[in-house]
C-alpha cells in the first residue's frame, strides 16, 4: 500500500472528515433550503417545486462522471470542488435577501425574491454531485480493498453525522438565533449558512494538506478522450434497457417509495406552520432537535435493523415486512395532522417511529437496486439505479408542495397513505421474480 501513496496516511486521518464533507453540502442544499424558504414565508408550492429542482444534480451526475475519470485526478476535483463549494456558502450568506416582517408574517414571500439564492444553490448542487463522484472514485483508489471494506460502515457513519449537523445542529442553530421572533429570521439563516461555511472551509483546508496523494489516483489513459468514457455509459445503459424485467424494475424503482416522495418536502414546514394553518407550530430549533437529530438517529437504527435481518433472511423474505416499514409510518402524520398534539415527547416518539420504518424500509430498496444491477456492467447499472431513486423523489417533489397548499395538511396525509398502494403493488409484482437466496449470508 505504501507503495504506491507517496504521503501515505492512515484512512482514519481522512476517511470520516471526506464523508463528513461528502454530507453537509448534500443537506444544505436539500434540507437547510425547504426550511429556510419555508421560514421566510415563501408559498409551500413554490418552495417544494423550486427546491425539487436543486435535486437535478444528483439525477444527472451519471452523465458528467466519466469527465471525472479523464480530465485531472479524484484528489484536484475533491479539492477544487470543496473550495467552490465554500466560496458558495460565503455567497449565499451575503446575498441572502430580506423579505419584510409583514411578508413573512402573511406567507406569500415571491420565490423571485430569491433567484440569485436559487442559482448559487444550484451551482452548488452540480459541484456537491460532482465532489460525490470524486469522492466515491478516490475511496477505491487511496486504499486497499480490505481497507475499504473495513472503513465502509466508518464512511456511513461520518455522513451520517454530516446529515445531523445538517438538518439537526444548523436548523436549531437558526431557531436559537430567531429565539421566537420574526424579525430575527433573515439573520438567523444568515448566520445558518454563515456557520456552514466556516465548517466547510476548515474541512476544505484540511484536506489540502493532509488527503494523501495516490500513484494510481491519475486521470484514465483514453483514446478518444471523454467520449470513450461516454460511450461506456451508452453501452452500459443500453445493457441495462435491455435486461428481462427492465420495465418492472423501473416501476419499483420509481414507485417503491412513492409516499416518502410526497411526505418528505412537507416533513419540516408541517412542523412549523401555525396551529391554525394545520401545523405543529414547533419552534424552530425544536425542529432541528427531534426531527434532525433524533430522527436521523432512529433512521440510522432502522437501517442497521433492515440489514441485518435482511443478511439473515434474504431480500425475498424480508421484501415485505421493509414494505410495511415503509408504508406504515406514513400514519404517524395523519396522526399528527389530525390530533396536533403539543407534547414535544409525543411529537419525538411518532417521528422516531416514521424515520425508522422508512430507514428499515429503504433496506429493501437498496438490496434490490444492487439485485438487479447484477452482471457485467454492475458498477454502470447500480449508477442508473441510483439516478432511477433520484427521480422517485423527484417526481412527486415538484407537485407535493402544490398539492398540500390545494387540500390542507389532514388531506395531504391521507393521500400519501393512499399513494402506499402504489407501493404494496410493485413489491408484489417484483416479489415474485426474486431469488430467494439473494442478500442471504
Not at 420565490?111 to 460532482?130: D, G, H, N, P
Not at 491519475?218 to 452500459?236: A, H, I, K, L, Y
Not at 426531527?291 to 425475498?316: D, E, N, P, R
Not at 397548499?405 to 396525509?413: K, R, T
Request: overall charge neutral; aromatic content about 16%; charged content about 10%.
Amino acid at each position: 500500500m505504501n507503495n504506491q501513496i507517496s504521503n501515505y496516511r492512515n484512512p482514519w486521518w481522512w476517511v470520516p472528515t471526506l464523508y463528513f464533507a461528502e454530507g453537509v453540502p448534500y443537506f444544505v442544499v436539500n434540507n437547510i433550503s425547504v426550511m429556510m424558504f419555508t421560514k421566510m414565508g415563501v408559498p409551500n408550492g413554490d418552495m417544494s417545486f423550486f427546491t425539487t429542482l436543486l435535486y437535478f444534480p444528483w439525477f444527472l451526475k451519471g452523465i458528467w462522471g466519466p469527465m471525472v475519470d479523464v480530465v485531472k485526478t479524484k484528489r484536484w476535483w475533491i479539492t477544487t470542488m470543496q473550495i467552490l463549494m465554500t466560496v458558495l456558502l460565503v455567497a449565499l450568506t451575503v446575498t441572502l435577501p430580506s423579505p419584510s416582517l409583514e411578508t413573512i408574517k402573511a406567507g406569500d414571500t415571491p420565490i423571485s425574491m430569491f433567484m440569485v439564492t436559487l442559482v448559487l444553490f444550484i451551482i452548488a448542487a452540480f459541484a456537491s454531485a460532482t465532489h460525490d463522484i470524486a469522492a466515491d472514485g478516490y475511496y477505491m483508489l487511496a486504499h486497499s480493498p480490505s481497507s475499504q471494506a473495513a472503513f465502509i460502515g466508518i464512511r456511513s457513519t461520518a455522513y451520517r453525522i454530516a446529515s445531523v449537523f445538517g438538518q439537526g445542529v444548523l436548523v436549531a442553530i437558526a431557531g436559537w438565533v430567531e429565539a421566537g421572533d420574526p424579525a430575527r429570521i433573515t439573520m438567523s439563516w444568515r448566520i445558518t449558512l454563515g456557520v456552514s461555511a466556516v465548517v466547510f472551509f476548515l474541512i476544505t483546508l484540511y484536506h489540502i494538506f493532509v488527503l494523501p496523494r495516490s500513484a494510481d489516483d491519475r486521470p484514465r489513459v483514453s483514446t478518444d478522450g471523454p467520449n470513450n468514457g461516454m460511450s461506456e455509459f451508452f453501452q452500459s445503459f443500453a445493457s441495462f434497457v435491455k435486461k428481462p424485467g427492465f420495465l418492472l424494475a423501473v416501476a419499483f424503482m420509481l414507485l417503491y417509495r412513492l409516499p416518502e416522495g410526497f411526505l418528505i418536502k412537507l416533513c419540516m414546514p408541517f412542523l412549523v406552520a401555525d396551529q391554525a394553518k394545520g401545523g405543529l407550530g414547533l419552534p424552530t430549533e425544536m425542529v432541528g432537535i427531534v426531527y434532525g437529530t433524533f430522527g436521523v438517529i432512529a433512521l440510522l437504527a432502522g437501517g442497521i435493523v433492515g440489514g441485518v435481518y435482511a443478511s439473515k433472511v434474504g431480500l425475498k423474505k424480508s421484501l415485505w415486512w421493509m414494505a410495511a416499514g415503509m408504508t406504515l409510518p406514513c400514519l404517524t402524520f395523519v396522526y399528527l395532522a389530525l390530533e396536533q398534539p403539543t407534547s414535544n415527547i409525543i411529537i419525538t416518539i411518532a417521528l422516531c417511529i416514521e424515520q425508522f420504518g422508512y430507514g428499515f424500509g429503504f433496506t429493501a430498496y437498496m438490496l434490490y437496486m444492487m439485485y438487479f444491477s447484477e452482471g457485467e456492467f454492475k458498477t454502470s447499472h447500480y449508477a442508473i439505479c441510483t439516478a432511477f431513486m433520484a427521480l422517485s423523489m423527484m417526481l412527486p417533489g415538484f407537485v407535493a408542495g402544490y398539492i398540500q397548499e390545494a387540500i390542507g395538511y389532514v388531506n395531504f396525509f391521507w393521500m400519501v397513505m393512499a399513494c402506499c398502494v402504489a407501493t404494496l403493488v410493485v413489491t408484489y409484482l417484483v416479489d415474485r421474480k426474486i431469488d430467494p437466496n439473494y442478500g442471504r449470508k
